[in-house]
């Protein structure tokens, strides 16, 4: 079987991960903290150390702006934070951000997502996956389209990517190279090739194992009073790879 023309993104938390995002090769990271939550805003020294991590060769460094774990209505405090912390991470040299917010009625937050979009000036902006719980994800890519963003990350409205397949071609065919679309969630090497071949632009995943340890003693609110930790499995990562031919 011939190789699919896909782009790879991955999903980091350290500059490890970054390392090994630059040997397979992938056009980007999303760098993020906290990926057992769907993941957070990185502290500035990780985006700094991920940057020197990428060198001026390796994959672009994206940046996940999301003040909070929970859903996506934001506060005017929150998208405050946002907005400050859009500027600074690409004042420290992300090449982008990916932002998202809904309104009241789990629409697409047309004011909240134009004043991330300014704050990031000239940098690439990815819409998150907040587009996957609105009523209507190809309606909210339509919304995308109009505000300017580069690409929306989705997973056809599912909670695995592979079972939003449908969508995923909708919106790959809607989007008629307005806007990348980028799928994303669960993306493993048993899933790549047939998401890949929905039409979409880019591969998301996160090639995580995780480890936990147990002191004895809780730590926190967590299930297990300490709560595990993930990080970017190199084997994982190639494996993907490898599932379409690249």
Not at 82 to 96: I, K, L, N, T
Request: negative net charge; proline residues 2%; without cysteine.
């Amino acid at each position: 079987m011939d190789a699919v023309t896909v782009a790879l993104e991955l999903a980091v938390q350290d500059p490890a991960g970054v390392r090994i995002a630059r040997e397979v090769g992938a056009a980007r990271v999303e760098l993020t903290q906290a990926l057992a939550l769907g993941g957070l805003t990185p502290s500035p020294a990780t985006l700094e150390l991920a940057l020197d991590a990428a060198g001026d060769d390796g994959p672009e460094i994206h940046v996940l702006i999301r003040p909070r774990a929970g859903g996506f209505q934001y506060d005017a405090d929150e998208i405050a934070v946002s907005v400050r912390d859009v500027e600074r991470a690409v004042s420290a040299g992300a090449a982008g951000v990916v932002v998202g917010a809904l309104d009241g009625s789990g629409a697409l937050d047309i004011d909240a997502v134009a004043r991330l979009r300014d704050a990031a000036g000239g940098a690439s902006v990815t819409l998150h996956r907040a587009i996957d719980v609105t009523a209507d994800p190809i309606a909210s890519l339509e919304r995308a389209i109009e505000l300017g963003l580069r690409r929306v990350l989705t997973s056809g409205g599912a909670s695995a990517a592979i079972d939003g397949v449908d969508t995923l071609r909708a919106m790959a065919t809607a989007a008629a190279g307005r806007i990348e679309i980028m799928a994303g969630s669960g993306v493993n090497a048993a899933s790549a090739l047939a998401l890949a071949d929905t039409g979409v632009d880019a591969l998301h995943f996160s090639a995580k194992r995780t480890i936990v340890g147990d002191s004895g003693v809780r730590m926190g609110s967590a299930a297990d009073g300490v709560g595990g930790y993930e990080v970017t499995d190199r084997d994982a990562a190639f494996a993907v790879r490898a599932a379409l031919k690249l």
